[in-house]
């Protein structure tokens, strides 16, 4: 279902319904990405304006298509100057993520062990990735934070998720790499 139409939107699901169609997860993950890098790279497709606007106390998530055929959706996200993620999961799911403006950087994070109420990660990278650029993660590892390190640019990023991101898991700071587990939900902000 599109949620909404844009320039290229057709040209887009064409390419993520391509990929999908490979036999495993990683060759699925890896044609999505390249597709991705190459449609930002084109300029073919152009995101609604929309989606170039932040909001100054949340980072923006919005729905640009969901697929009832094959059940992955589409989200651009708008990081406003200095706007990031807690350290993350995306609740089981893998995804594709590309930065279509602005700068993004993105660290992965281990995780070392846990306990009933506690979590220990350790970070193991860390990437500034700038336009055309795109990365994959695949769970288990799949826990990561985001941030725009610009303190006056507006970055945006496309995240293709295996289903709907409606939920995932957010870890909260205890000191000495340890991290207490919360449930979030996880809105939508409107495309117009």
């Known amino acids: 279902m599109i949620t909404v139409e844009f320039q290229g939107s057709r040209k887009l699901i064409e390419a ?19 597709s991705l ?47 990031g993620t807690k350290i993350h999961d995306h609740d089981g799911m893998w995804c594709v993520e590309g930065v279509w403006n602005g700068a993004l950087e993105i660290v992965q994070y281990e995780l070392i062990e846990h306990d009933a109420a506690r979590y220990h990660f350790r970070p193991v990278g860390s990437i500034e990735a700038g336009p055309g650029s795109a990365g994959s993660l695949i769970p288990p590892h799949e826990y990561h934070t985001i941030r725009n390190p610009s303190d006056e640019a507006v970055a945006v990023s496309l995240h293709i998720y295996s289903g709907r991101m409606t939920q995932c898991a957010v870890f909260d700071p205890q000191g000495d790499d340890w991290y207490v587990r919360n449930e979030r939900q996880l809105g939508l902000d409107r495309v117009h």
């Open 16 to 34: 993520i319904d391509n990929a999908v169609a490979q036999a495993t997860t990683p060759a699925i993950t890896d044609t999505l990405r390249k």
């Open 37 to 83: 890098c190459q449609l930002i790279r084109s300029q073919e497709v152009v995101l609604p304006a929309s989606v170039f606007e932040a909001f100054g106390d949340h980072y923006g998530r919005r729905e640009l298509y969901r697929s009832d055929e094959h059940g992955y959706s589409v989200v651009a996200m708008t990081w406003g100057p200095g706007q």
